[in-house]
């Protein structure tokens, strides 16, 4: 088993398609096959199911990736503690994070962080649901930037912020003029306060409900006794920033999401003790934090609150 041919399983495994992987990869579908089948070969084992729509792994398919990412974990433990060694001169840090929060947490982190280690290269892997701390657990990624809880039996966690839920509205709309004439300021909340009934019955951009965003909207809806009448439903944050700011609808979202769009959205924070999100950064139990990774967590939490 080398690199390699791990990459390539794993990358099959995670598309369930030769067509998606091999653009993943940027090789040939043909190619793919073949080294795969090369794979195979050599071990004498099939690692994938081909028979369906979807291409799956086997028991041996599977038995091969866990085998394969506790190398990568092994390598990665080894390159820290030689980047440690080096005084962390050079190196590599991976960072697993949602596209979003790539966005609003890192840009001014990742400026800083450059300043005091010119040499380090930065690899920001964007993923969104279960994959990335999948990949956390299995040692792919340095630290790995989430929302709690997760589980403490796998992972270290360290708090980074609280993400309070705000309102987001068209900028001179109907609904921010009914707010803003109720809105209060309030010294615990980051914008005016309203009461959350008053967004009952207003056009709203929503999320899928596995989101945690759409399962804290719903949650409030049902707690106020209050609906909402849905006219979009998108899968990324920004994308719904980007509808309010156009005035499509309101949106509840974090309150790290609309620091770039203050200039053309107006936000309101609720009177009411609705839940917030606490952002964390997570990693392996027992991993070894080099001096550059300690620091990058240091200005996550300082630049950030």
Same mark, same amino acid.
């Given at each position: 088993?080398?690199?390699k041919?791990? +990459?390539?399983?794993?990358? !099959?495994a995670?598309?369930g398609s030769?067509?998606r992987a091999?653009e993943e990869l940027?090789?040939?579908q043909?190619?793919l096959s073949q080294?795969?089948?090369?794979?195979e070969?050599?071990l004498g084992?099939?690692l994938f199911?081909?028979s369906?729509?979807?291409?799956?792994?086997?028991d041996? &398919?599977n038995?091969?990736?866990?085998?394969?990412r506790?190398i $990568?974990?092994?390598e990665?433990q080894?390159?820290?503690?030689?980047s440690?060694?080096?005084?962390?001169?050079? &190196?590599n840090?991976?960072?697993?994070?949602?596209p979003?929060?790539?966005?609003c947490l890192?840009?001014?982190? $990742?400026? @800083?962080?450059?300043?005091?280690?010119? &040499?380090?290269?930065?690899?920001?892997?964007?993923?969104?649901?279960?994959? !990335?701390? @999948?990949?956390?657990?299995h040692? @792919?990624? *340095?630290?790995?930037?989430?929302?709690?809880?997760?589980?403490? +039996?796998i992972f *270290?966690?360290?708090?980074?912020l609280k993400?309070?839920c705000?309102?987001?509205?068209?900028k001179?709309?109907a609904v921010d003029?009914?707010?803003?004439?109720?809105?209060?300021?309030?010294?615990?909340r980051?914008?005016?306060?309203? *009461?959350?009934?008053?967004i009952?019955?207003?056009?709203?951009i929503?999320?899928?409900?596995?989101?945690i965003?759409?399962?804290?909207?719903?949650?409030?809806c049902?707690d106020?006794?209050?609906?909402?009448?849905?006219?979009v439903?998108?899968t990324?944050?920004?994308?719904?920033?980007?509808?309010?700011?156009? &005035?499509?609808?309101a949106?509840?979202?974090?309150?790290s999401?609309?620091?770039?769009?203050?200039?053309?959205?107006?936000?309101?924070?609720?009177?009411? *003790?609705?839940?917030?999100?606490? $952002?964390v950064?997570?990693?392996?139990?027992g991993?070894?934090?080099?001096?550059?990774?300690?620091?990058f967590?240091?200005?996550?939490k300082?630049?950030?609150?």
């Amino acid at each position: 088993m080398n690199l390699k041919q791990l +990459k390539y399983v794993i990358v !099959l495994a995670e598309q369930g398609s030769f067509s998606r992987a091999a653009e993943e990869l940027n090789i040939s579908q043909p190619s793919l096959s073949q080294y795969v089948r090369k794979i195979e070969s050599e071990l004498g084992v099939e690692l994938f199911d081909r028979s369906g729509s979807v291409v799956r792994l086997t028991d041996a &398919g599977n038995a091969y990736i866990e085998a394969g990412r506790r190398i $990568i974990n092994i390598e990665h433990q080894l390159m820290s503690s030689f980047s440690d060694i080096k005084d962390n001169k050079s &190196g590599n840090i991976i960072i697993g994070v949602s596209p979003h929060r790539s966005v609003c947490l890192l840009p001014a982190v $990742i400026s @800083e962080f450059r300043e005091e280690y010119p &040499g380090m290269n930065i690899t920001v892997d964007e993923r969104v649901g279960y994959g !990335l701390l @999948e990949r956390a657990e299995h040692g @792919e990624y *340095d630290i790995c930037i989430t929302t709690a809880p997760v589980d403490t +039996k796998i992972f *270290d966690c360290e708090n980074i912020l609280k993400d309070e839920c705000v309102i987001a509205v068209p900028k001179g709309s109907a609904v921010d003029k009914k707010l803003a004439a109720a809105a209060k300021r309030d010294k615990k909340r980051n914008y005016p306060a309203v *009461d959350i009934r008053l967004i009952d019955k207003a056009d709203f951009i929503s999320l899928p409900e596995p989101q945690i965003m759409q399962r804290i909207m719903t949650g409030i809806c049902e707690d106020y006794d209050i609906s909402v009448n849905t006219i979009v439903t998108c899968t990324s944050l920004s994308a719904s920033m980007a509808l309010v700011k156009a &005035g499509v609808g309101a949106a509840m979202v974090p309150m790290s999401v609309t620091t770039d769009y203050r200039d053309s959205v107006c936000c309101y924070s609720v009177t009411e *003790d609705i839940p917030h999100r606490d $952002i964390v950064v997570v990693y392996r139990k027992g991993q070894v934090l080099n001096r550059a990774v300690r620091r990058f967590i240091d200005l996550l939490k300082q630049i950030n609150n």
